[in-house]
Structure formats: structure tokens, C-alpha cells
């Protein structure tokens, strides 16, 4: 466990976050959604947690970002904030 | 609005970033949550139950009663999206595309128009998105096989390394859901039908539940595996390790049906007809 | 300021968490759109899920799984060493929550543009109060 | 063999449960009665329970063997004994008068629909039961997804209230999971015993009263506590009836018996009440729930809503009654527990049985009802007579311990709050009852050309044995309080307080 990786890894994650909620494209959204998950796998992967880690790539990155795809196909594409 | 929100919520991180001050510090070993309950589980999970990931060990031994109700969790996530979205009755009107293979051309039926169901030059195509990339339906094909390999592996490796039913399911159930994206949904519920996964998303925990009641019958507690050493040739220890694999097989089992099954119910929007 | 440094590094993490769960909260009351607000709910909870990982990290520990765990049998096996297990296992299950959350929340969403034609909530509650004048 | 039976509680449920998903795919006629012998199981298990905590005392069973705070396990003393009953009896009770609501609301899925009631029932039970505060989490949310997926299923706004639901539901959640994790990181463990050990024994620097606020908060979001309470009537309003009749009576209580579980045996009296120091800024908010909620009720047009924001007050009664932190006070808010969810399940069922003849539950439709559907507006009557407080009806006397118990502790708007209430619940029912019967039913208002009569029976006997187990409840309040009430209350406080 390196904390210069840890506070690198975490800050990508922050950024994802705001990224995440703030565009305006729900698909853009989504795929910001799987980005976020996908860092917050590797920030568990640096502390240790490799189950935790690899249930959010499978889960969180893999299968909830297909199901917001699926959703925003089947509601609509755009936003207003 | 917006800057009540932002104020009130600046607010609330402020108090809590305050509380943390009392935390003990990031990464020391010797703070409670490290030493109070967690020592145990180190020193005496292969003891136990004979399985080294300590992970597997609690997850499906020590907190097993946890985790059959998150398998639960899954199950009605399942139901739910059945409940809330199915519509069996059938889109009016309806017309329906075809497609040539060979030229490419699309073909348009209206309502009672003759369908060529059985024939081998025409397949059927969504109307809203026609995705028809040779490199990826080829691709997805040579990968999916492998990928099913690998998460059987990761299903019944879970007891040394990462991994376990919960992450082979998800993964089992992805190479369908990659099925569906890169072909079209009525190809992949072909393989892997409605009737099908809602069967065995109830089947994978009644496999879980039924272990554990099965543990009632032959006296012990409830998920208590070490009584299914009356019924087999095991010791105690190893008939723990053993009602582990079991569990997670019913895991594995209904975590993939439920998630094809969420997907075919969104992706579809409850008619089961056309996907993503 | 060699203390301050400490202090940052022994507590930066559980500050990372409270601001990811503040942006998550923030996109659920400021947000109107529906999956935006799904979006934050999902951060709330992945905050959250980091928070406890977080309390079961120890330094110069590593993974939860005991090398040569046959044979050796557990003997010689300092506590010290492993990562805390728990919080690992109670964070599974909660991601598993989460999931089942997300996709139980997508499908109400679904519902919920089939009758209104909208995921903004303002346009929805619009429609609600214009059908209930009509009624009237 | 005998020391398995609280396991059948949850075990049998959950078989069954899963058994009716599987049977939905291939008989659908099996699951109602898959369902209703699993209920009767639970129910009798349940008794049962309750009788061997009475003989010999707090019972602990351990899942799957392992000691806690090591493995999980349960413990069941008289408290939530008798919640397990009341929760067993409110859903049997449920499933046999909802039987044709169902198969109506819900024509070509009612294997699913038996199967998620079952699982929400599961949930509850398991939430009363367990010992552990993570997993009283992962059953919370069992109980809450079954709930959204059973709420959400209804026509118009039901999806957009239901979702609102799952946010305010999910925020609150994970808000107590964020408390349980503060607890967690101070203390080391999860059963409760185990932490309201070591809490005593560990200094304090604020970690544990920011955990205790987080908690509370989440749950008062859980069980609609006033300010947070903005999903619970569009929530219950829309819903179809077979499962609002369910999910109102008995949600809310469940939070409220967590709320007195977590506050009592894990935090402990001394510290939530002495330490903290925010009991009368509780009592007084839940005098403004009860009045707000009174208010709100009062401008409603329609039975459902108005039943909905009764609702908001009367969580306001028994928040307030437990936070007033004497002996009656909190006897009273157990009581009510009790006597609340039977009168919320009396009253939304004849609310059920009126709309499925009436078809509406417009103020305005409701002319003669009483003339054409008797038995069930007698059933109507008790349960508002219940939740006015009138005499020999069980709302009387937890009502009367909660006036007694704001006497003591010398709050007396929390006092005249309760009185206000009560008058203005006189007045709302009388506008029910003067509607219908005084006003002479008028068929211009049912254009749909069919009759109104009474309910049929399979919905009217239920219904009508609710409204006895009412007053039946009324007749035995005084042994209830002596025999498990009392017990419950000093077991937590040692006879301190």
C-alpha cells in the first residue's frame, strides 16, 4: 500500500465523479460512470481489497454501465443540467 | 436552488470532515476495527474451513447468513425489473425489418404481410438501431467462449484466489448480455431464454437456502456446513469447505440469470423483442 | 508542518470519501433529471463502500489470502500481516445492494417515461398539476 | 429440534418465497396457496417464539454456528417477539383479504407479486430479529427494494413516487450504513451486544455521536419522521391496494422498533439520553409532525391521502412518546406500535374494499356508501374510532400512557399536541362517516352502471377480524403492558431512566 498512488488514483476518481454528473449527454454520463467505477476498483486494488476490487470491474464498470445504456436507449439521450 | 444545495451540502462535509479528526489514523494496524473481531478470522479461517482466501471464508462461512440475503437482493432486483417492466402484449402496429445478407437490402413487413421465418438469406432486424458489423460479431464470437471459460474458473477458484461465485456469475452473465449487444437480443434469448433465466435465478438461491436447510435437518444451525459431514464422507472442516463451493455455485448460478435477465427486461423495455 | 503532513496522510482518504459522497448527494437534490440523480445515488453508495475498505487497510499488510494456505495449516499466522477481511466482505455484499438498487431504479425510471414522455422532474410535476386541472 | 424454531421465522418464508418464483413460471395457481401456507407457518413459529421467551427468556441462535461477535446471530427477547407477531399477523391477515385485489391489479403476474410479498415480509422479520448491524442493513434493503418493486406497479403517478421513495430510502440507508461504519471503525464489531459492551469502556472523541446522528437520521428518513416524511403519501396514495394495505402499516412501525432497538441496546440510555442531549429537540419536533401531519390530513380529498398523512403523525406520536424518555412514554410508543399497525391495516383495508366496489376514493363518491356496504364501513368505524382514542378500542391506551408519560416528563405541548390531534381526527372521520351516511347515495355518480354492494366475503371476514382484534386488544392492553410491554422496556434500561 503506496499512499502517493492511493491520493493519485483518488483524485482521478473525484474528477470522474464531478465529470460524471455534470455532462450533459446521458450516454456521455453512463460511459463517465464506468470510468469512475473502473478507478474506484483500481483505488481497492491499491489497498488490498482484490475481491472487493474485482466484484466493482465486473459489477460497477461492466454490467451497471451496460444497464445505464440500456436504459438512456430506451428513455431519452439528452438532459437539461 | 442549486446554491442552497451546494451551501448545505459544503455544510455537512464540513461538520463530517471535522468528525473524522477522531478516526484513528489511515492504514494503522493496531486501531479497533483491525484488532477487536478481525484477528480471529486471520488466524483461525483455515482452521476452520480449510480456505485460504479469508474473503471466501467469511463471506460464504462466517457471515454466510449476509450473503445468502444479498444473493436474495439480487433475485428481487430481478423479480422487481420483471414486475415493473414485462409487457407481454405485443406492439400495435407492427412492421417488422428483414434484411437481405447477402446485399444488404432491407426489407419492410407491414402487419399480415408473409414473414420469411425459416429462410437462410433473410434475418430479422431491430428498427431502431441495425447494427451489422462482421468484425464484431466475429470477435464476440471467438472471445465469449473463453470468457465463459474464465469465469467458470474464477467461479470455482475462489477459494485460493480472488474471486468467487458472486464475480464468475457477473461475468458468466455478461458474455450473454456481449451476445445480445453484438448480435441482437433474440439471438442471445435463443441460447439462454426468459423462462430459462427466471428459473434459474430462483433455482441459484434456492440452491443456497436449501444448503443451509438442509444443515437444519441434519441437526446443526441454519448455513451450519459442518453437519453435511453426516451425509457425506467428509470431516467437519473440509465439509465446510465443501458447503462453500456449493453455496457459491447457487450464487454464481442465479447472479448470472438475474443480471441477462435485468438486461433482456431494460434493454427491451418489457416486450422482449428488440434489445440494445 | 511536518505534523500537518501527517495529519493529511492519515486522514486524506476519509476526506476523499466525504467529498465523493457530497457530490453524490449534491447531483441528487440539485439534479433534475432522473438519471443524473441515479448517477449520484451511485456515488453516494460507492463513497460509502470506499469509506469502510478504507478502515481495513493496515500498512505494510498484504491481501486477504494466506500464502501456502495447505500444509502449513495456519501455523505462524501474524494478524499484522493480512489485510482486515471484514469490511472487505461486508463491502461485497453492499455493492451487490447497490447494483440491485441501480437496476430496480432503472427500470422504475423506464416506467416513468412511459407515462410522462420525460425524465426532468419539473416536466413531470408540470404534467401532474396540468392533469390534475383538467380533472378538475 | 425444538431450538430450530426461530429459524423457521425467516428459513420458511424464503424457501417458500423462492418455491412461488419458480412456480410463477410454471403454475401460477399454486403460489397464493404456496404463500398462505408459508404465512400460517411463520405465524405459528412466531407464537411459538413469543411463548418460549415468556418461559425462559432471551433466546440467541447463532447462524451457522460460529459465537458472536464472530458470526451472526440472533437475539430475540419480548420485544421483537411480539413484533414478529404483529408483523406475521398483519401480512397473513393481508394475504387472505387481498387475494381478488391481486389477481385484478396484477392479471398476469400474481406468482411475482406473491413472491416479492413474501420476500418483503422476509425482510421485516429478519430486521426485527437479527443482532447485527450490518445485517439488519442488507435486510433493510430487501425490505425496501420489495417494497419500491410492489409500490411502483400501480397506474399513473406510482412509478414517479416510488422512485422518489427509492431515493429518499436509498439516502437514508446508506446513511445508517455510514453510522454503522463510524461504529465499526471506534469499536471493532457488529453485534450489537458486543458494541453496546464496548462503548462504555472506549473514550469519546465525537466519533460515536456523530455515528448516533447519522443513524438516527437515516432512519427517521426510513420511517418518514416530519421533515423527512415527503415520500410517504404520494408513495402510499398511488399504489395498488393489495400492497399498500401491506406496506403501510407496517414499514413505518419496523423503522420505529429499529429506531428503539439501536437507541436502546446499542448506544444504551445513558448515552442517547443523558450525553446527547437531544431528546426534547426530538419531542418537540415530532409535536410539529403530529401537528403538520394533522393539518396536511385535513386538506386531502381522498381516503388514501388522508390515511397517508395520518400516518405522518402518528409516527410523530410514538417518536415522540420513546424521546420523552420515561417509563410510560415509552410504554406507550410500544403499545402503539401495536395498536397503530392494526388500526392502519383495519382502515386501508376497508379503504380497499370501498374502491374495489366504488372504484374511487374521492371524498365526493362516497355518498351511502354505509347504507350499501355496512359490515365494511362497521369495520371503517372501529378503526377511526381506534385512531381517535375513543374507549374501549386499543388506541385509547397507548394513547393514554403516551398523555401520561408527557405529563411526567413536564412536556406539555408534546401533551396538547396529542389532544389536538385527536380532535382534529374526530373531524376528519366525521366528514368520512357525514358523507356516508347522512348523504343519500347517488347513482348519478357511478356511471359505470354497476351496483355497489358489499365486499365479498374472502375481503369482509379479514377485514372484520381486524376490527375485532382492535377492541380485542383494547380488552387485554393492561396484561399486553404487564406480560411483554414492561419486560421489553426494562430489560433495555435496566430499570434505570
Not at chain 2, 417488422?96 to 437462410?120: A, C, F, N, V
Not at chain 2, 449487444?181 to 434469448?189: E, K, V
Not at chain 4, 403517478?157 to 422512485?163: G, N, P
Amino acid at each position: 500500500m503506496i499512499w502517493q498512488f492511493d491520493i493519485i488514483i483518488l483524485t482521478l476518481v473525484i474528477i470522474c465523479g464531478i465529470a460524471a454528473i455534470s455532462v450533459r449527454d446521458l450516454l456521455g454520463a453512463s460511459i463517465l460512470f464506468g470510468a469512475y467505477s473502473f478507478m474506484m476498483c483500481l483505488l481497492w486494488a491499491v489497498m488490498g481489497a482484490v475481491d472487493v476490487a474485482f466484484t466493482e470491474a465486473s459489477v460497477g464498470a461492466g454490467v451497471s454501465t451496460v444497464f445505464f445504456v440500456a436504459a438512456v436507449f430506451r428513455t431519452s439521450r439528452s438532459s437539461k443540467d | 436552488m442549486k446554491s442552497i444545495a451546494l451551501t448545505s451540502v459544503a455544510l455537512l462535509c464540513a461538520v463530517l470532515i471535522y468528525s473524522t479528526m477522531g478516526f484513528p489514523a489511515w492504514g494503522d494496524s493496531d486501531s479497533p476495527a483491525s484488532t477487536h473481531v478481525s484477528d480471529y478470522y486471520i488466524e483461525n479461517a483455515v482452521n476452520d474451513t480449510a480456505v485460504p482466501n479469508l474473503v471466501t471464508a467469511v463471506l460464504a462461512d462466517y457471515r454466510g447468513y449476509d450473503t445468502l440475503f444479498e444473493t436474495t437482493v439480487v433475485l428481487i432486483a430481478g423479480l422487481a425489473c420483471f414486475f415493473l417492466l414485462r409487457r407481454f402484449k405485443p406492439r400495435q402496429p407492427q412492421h417488422r425489418l428483414y434484411r437481405h445478407i447477402d446485399t444488404g437490402i432491407t426489407l419492410i413487413i407491414e402487419q399480415g404481410g408473409k414473414e420469411p421465418t425459416d429462410s437462410e438469406e433473410f434475418v430479422r432486424i431491430d428498427s431502431r438501431w441495425v447494427p451489422y458489423d462482421l468484425v464484431i460479431q466475429q470477435a464476440s464470437c471467438l472471445v465469449i467462449p473463453f470468457l465463459q471459460l474464465f469465469a467458470l474458473y474464477v467461479i470455482a477458484h475462489g477459494h485460493h484466489s480472488p474471486g468467487g461465485g458472486f464475480q464468475g456469475g457477473v461475468i458468466f452473465g455478461a458474455t450473454i448480455i456481449l451476445m445480445a449487444i453484438a448480435n441482437d437480443l433474440r439471438s442471445a434469448a435463443r441460447r439462454v431464454s426468459e423462462r430459462l433465466g427466471a428459473l434459474m435465478a430462483s433455482a441459484g438461491v434456492l440452491i443456497y437456502a436449501g444448503i443451509g436447510a438442509l444443515c437444519i435437518l441434519l441437526g446443526g444451525s441454519f448455513l451450519d456446513y459442518s453437519a453435511l459431514s453426516k451425509l457425506f464422507a467428509f470431516t467437519p472442516v473440509m465439509a465446510r469447505s465443501h458447503g462453500i463451493l456449493g453455496v457459491e455455485i447457487g450464487v454464481a448460478v442465479a447472479v448470472s440469470a438475474v443480471m441477462i435477465w435485468i438486461y433482456y427486461n431494460l434493454a427491451s423495455a418489457g416486450r422482449h423483442e428488440e434489445g440494445l | 508542518m511536518e505534523e500537518l503532513a501527517a495529519v493529511f496522510v492519515a486522514r486524506y482518504n476519509y476526506w476523499g470519501v466525504i467529498i465523493l459522497m457530497g457530490i453524490g448527494l449534491y447531483a441528487m437534490i440539485a439534479k433534475t433529471n432522473m438519471v443524473k440523480k441515479i448517477i449520484g445515488m451511485n456515488i453516494f453508495q460507492t463513497a460509502i463502500i470506499l469509506f469502510y475498505i478504507s478502515t481495513a487497510a493496515k500498512y505494510g499488510a498484504s491481501i486477504p489470502i494466506i500464502a501456502h494456505g495447505h500444509g502449513a495449516q495456519g501455523h505462524g499466522i501474524r494478524a499484522a500481516d493480512y489485510m482486515n477481511p471484514l469490511p472487505h466482505v461486508l463491502m461485497l455484499t453492499a455493492i451487490v445492494v447497490s447494483v440491485a438498487t441501480l437496476g430496480v431504479a432503472l427500470a422504475l425510471a423506464v416506467r416513468v417515461y412511459w407515462n410522462y414522455d420525460s425524465l426532468e422532474e419539473d416536466e413531470i410535476l408540470n404534467q401532474i398539476k396540468a392533469g390534475q386541472l383538467n380533472r378538475k | 429440534m425444538t431450538s430450530q424454531i426461530p429459524a423457521l421465522i425467516i428459513v420458511v418464508p424464503l424457501l417458500v418465497s423462492l418455491v412461488v418464483s419458480l412456480a410463477a413460471w410454471i403454475r401460477q395457481s399454486l403460489c397464493y396457496a404456496a404463500a398462505l401456507c408459508a404465512m400460517l407457518v411463520a405465524w405459528i413459529s412466531a407464537i411459538l417464539v413469543m411463548g418460549r421467551v415468556i418461559n425462559q427468556g432471551v433466546i440467541t441462535y447463532r447462524m451457522a454456528g460460529w459465537a458472536p461477535p464472530w458470526g451472526i446471530s440472533w437475539h430475540i427477547d419480548h420485544f421483537n417477539a411480539i413484533i414478529l407477531i404483529l408483523i406475521a399477523t398483519v401480512a397473513l391477515i393481508n394475504l387472505i383479504a387481498t387475494r381478488s385485489t391481486a389477481a385484478r391489479e396484477f392479471e398476469d403476474r400474481p406468482g411475482v407479486f406473491y413472491a416479492l410479498y413474501l420476500l418483503f415480509v422476509t425482510g421485516l422479520m429478519g430486521i426485527v430479529i437479527t443482532g447485527d448491524i450490518f445485517n439488519l442493513y442488507v435486510l433493510l434493503e430487501i425490505a425496501s427494494l420489495s417494497g419500491y418493486a410492489l409500490l411502483g406497479m400501480g397506474s399513473g403517478r406510482a412509478a414517479v413516487s416510488s422512485l422518489s421513495y427509492l431515493f429518499i430510502g436509498t439516502i437514508g440507508a446508506s446513511l445508517y450504513l455510514f453510522g454503522a461504519g463510524y461504529l465499526y471503525i471506534a469499536t471493532g464489531s457488529l453485534n450489537m451486544a458486543d458494541i453496546a459492551a464496548i462503548l462504555p469502556t472506549i473514550e469519546q472523541t465525537g466519533v460515536i455521536q456523530v455515528s448516533f446522528i447519522l443513524c438516527l437520521i437515516g432512519l427517521f428518513m426510513k420511517m418518514a419522521f416530519f421533515p423527512l416524511h415527503t415520500w410517504l403519501p404520494n408513495a402510499y396514495t398511488h399504489a395498488p391496494n393489495s400492497s399498500a394495505s401491506l406496506i403501510a402499516p407496517l414499514t413505518t412501525k419496523v423503522m420505529i422498533y429499529v429506531m428503539i432497538r439501536i437507541v436502546l441496546f446499542v448506544y444504551q440510555p445513558e448515552f442517547a439520553f443523558a450525553e446527547m442531549d437531544i431528546d426534547r429537540v426530538i419531542v418537540w419536533l415530532a409535536v410539529i409532525a403530529i401537528l403538520a401531519g394533522s393539518m396536511l390530513a385535513w386538506k386531502q380529498e381522498r381516503l388514501k391521502r388522508m390515511l397517508a398523512y395520518i400516518i405522518v403523525a402518528e409516527v410523530g406520536y410514538m417518536v415522540g412518546g420513546f424521546w420523552l424518555g420515561n417509563t410510560a412514554g415509552m410504554t406507550g410508543a410500544v403499545l402503539h406500535i401495536l395498536n397503530d399497525a392494526m388500526m392502519t391495516l383495519c382502515l386501508f383495508l376497508a379503504a380497499g374494499a370501498v374502491i374495489s366496489r366504488v372504484q374511487t376514493d374521492a371524498f365526493g363518491a362516497l355518498q351511502g356508501v354505509f347504507t350499501k356496504m355496512p359490515f365494511s364501513m362497521i369495520a371503517f368505524v372501529a378503526g377511526a374510532l381506534s385512531i381517535i382514542g375513543v374507549p374501549p378500542t386499543c388506541g385509547f391506551f397507548s394513547k393514554w400512557y403516551l398523555i401520561s408519560g408527557g405529563m411526567e416528563a413536564g412536556h406539555y405541548a408534546f401533551v396538547a399536541a396529542l389532544i389536538i390531534s385527536s380532535l382534529v381526527n374526530v373531524l376528519l372521520f366525521f366528514r368520512v362517516i357525514e358523507i356516508g351516511y347522512f348523504e343519500p347515495f347517488d347513482s348519478h355518480h357511478h356511471k359505470n352502471g354497476q351496483t355497489v354492494r358489499e365486499a365479498p366475503l374472502d375481503m369482509l371476514v379479514p377485514l372484520l377480524v381486524t376490527a375485532g382484534l382492535l377492541i380485542v386488544m383494547g380488552f387485554y392492553a393492561n396484561t399486553l403492558v404487564t406480560w411483554i410491554v414492561k419486560p421489553a422496556i426494562s430489560a433495555a434500561t435496566m430499570g434505570g431512566l
